[in-house]
């Protein structure tokens, strides 16, 4: 069953959904794209682990001895014996939680020379102070500064989105492709709930020409195949940031009727 929007469906922001999506999209990225690689390259998946700080519970106060602890008895203690003492209070520390990310790359077949970078952003991307922002902050400078091409999704509203010199206009997503060969241009996709997603230029060796990437056909495959339908409910509003109230009113009317809504 299809997403009830043309464009970009927003429920699939859903931290519940979303590094399924993330990943399902990697796949069927690479799908799609490798029959119009061969033979001169292939794509491959480049699997990465972060973790994310989460808070479960909170609790600060003052703890009384456990007497099943420490036991006391008429015996006197040895010489040079301490007495253990109970912390004072409790608390607690952040679980640490395994956050999974997937990119494609695009690789000249035989000498396994990247060519493109494929980066689908994930949340932690885009959090300036985490690690994964970090990492990735690096990673983007070295690929704008050599030779790889780097197609670049970001399929997020929240978050921190990277700087382009110049103004980007009001859209909720983007998709950018940076050249390598030392360009200082950027293509810019912007990306909305109302319009088909279209198709993405993808770049290889020259003299090759680009090979296109049908994103909105891969975003509309991973959805009906991964059933979102059956998971997402359409009743409640989409996950933050909050919708301008025009597009609110949009997305509540193209919502009538449809199941779970």
Known sequence: MPS?????????????????????????????????LRPRYFAALIPRVTYEEVYIETTRGVAKPDVSVIRTSDRRLEAGAVAIAPAPMTGTVPQQVPINMVSVEIKEVGSGRLVTAIEILSPVN????????????????????????????????????????????????????????????????????????PCIPLPLLEPDPDQPLDLGLAIANVYDRAAYELRIDYTKPPPKPGLPPETAGWLARRLEGQPGA
């Not at 922001?13 to 990225?29: C, G, K, S, T, V």
């Not at 950027?186 to 088909?196: A, K, R």
Request: aromatic share 12%; hydrophobic share 35%; glycine share 6%.
């Open 4 to 36: 009830p929007f043309p464009g970009m469906d927003p429920y699939l922001e859903d931290p519940l959904i979303w590094e399924d999506f993330h990943a399902a999209l990697a796949y069927e990225i690479r799908a799609q794209i490798t029959p119009r």
């Open 126 to 197: 885009k959090r300036p102070g985490h690690d994964a922002h970090a990492e990735y902050v690096e990673k983007r400078r070295a690929f704008l500064r050599g030779p790889v091409n780097l197609l670049e999704i970001d399929l997020l509203r929240r978050g921190e989105r990277f700087p382009t010199q110049d103004k980007l206009p009001d859209a909720p997503y983007f998709v950018f492709l940076h050249r390598g060969r030392g360009s200082t241009k950027v293509g810019i996709w912007p990306l909305t709930f109302t319009d088909p997603i």
